[in-house]
T-cell receptor, first 112, second 114 residues
């Protein structure tokens, strides 16, 4: 059974810092891994999708890496801003399955 | 303006009543999904549909029902058999069954049953 873990559960940093969010999964047989952002009371916004054959994806100040063999992904946020404050979720799609398996998220607070 | 819409945003019901949550997409996506989000438990899949007139149970389908009569629409009914219906419900969609497809989410419906 695929399990996804995100540590830490909450993180608070001052504005301008570069930071890394972690995601680990137990079964390396995945199609892809997706990072999402969720603001309080809102739906999920897709940030980055990494295919199993890829090592990383970049979008603006965001960079996501994938190490399938070790079951780890990281989301790097450069030059953090107060507007980056949200909960960040990672989810994996196991091979042969339609559904995403989600981690419980990291609640990020960027202090001005 | 393409996207996924869910209505209503907030829904209140008395225990014992069935309630239907709406999900519509104009992204021309084939697959649609319903997830439930509870504090501290992450998102869990309720039902999904890969094509019209076909759907499969997810991890927590008991007490829920769905239909897929149109490609654009995937309504979820929360029945009185669902023991703990109060939650945040999220609808998602994606292109087809291929491995590379992203899932896109709607804004959610918060259901409160008293």
């Amino acid at each position: 059974k695929q399990e996804v873990t995100q540590i830490p559960a909450a993180l608070s940093v001052p504005e301008g810092e570069n930071l890394v969010l972690n995601c680990s999964f137990t079964d390396s047989a995945i199609y892809n891994l997706q990072w999402f952002r969720q603001d309080p009371g809102k739906g999920l916004t897709s940030l980055l999708l990494i295919q199993s054959s890829q090592r990383e994806q970049t979008s603006g100040r965001l960079n996501a890496s994938l190490d399938k063999s070790s079951g780890r992904s990281t989301l790097y946020i450069a030059a953090s801003q107060p507007g980056d404050s949200a909960t960040y979720l990672c989810a994996v799609r196991r091979q042969g399955a339609q559904k995403l398996v989600f981690g419980q998220g990291t609640r990020l607070t960027i202090n001005p | 303006d393409g996207g996924i819409t869910q209505s209503p945003k907030y829904l209140f019901r008395k225990e014992g009543q069935n309630v239907t949550l709406s999900c519509e997409q104009n992204l021309n996506h084939d697959a649609m999904y319903w997830y439930r989000q509870d504090p501290g438990q992450g998102l869990r899949l309720i039902y999904y549909s890969q094509i019209v007139n076909d759907f499969q149970k997810g991890d927590i389908a008991e007490g829920y029902s769905v239909s897929r009569e149109k490609k654009e629409s995937f309504p979820l009914t929360v029945t009185s058999a669902q023991k703990n219906p109060t939650a945040f419900y999220l609808c998602a969609s994606s292109f087809g069954q291929g491995a590379g497809y992203e899932q896109y989410f709607g804004p959610g419906t918060r259901l409160t049953v008293t």
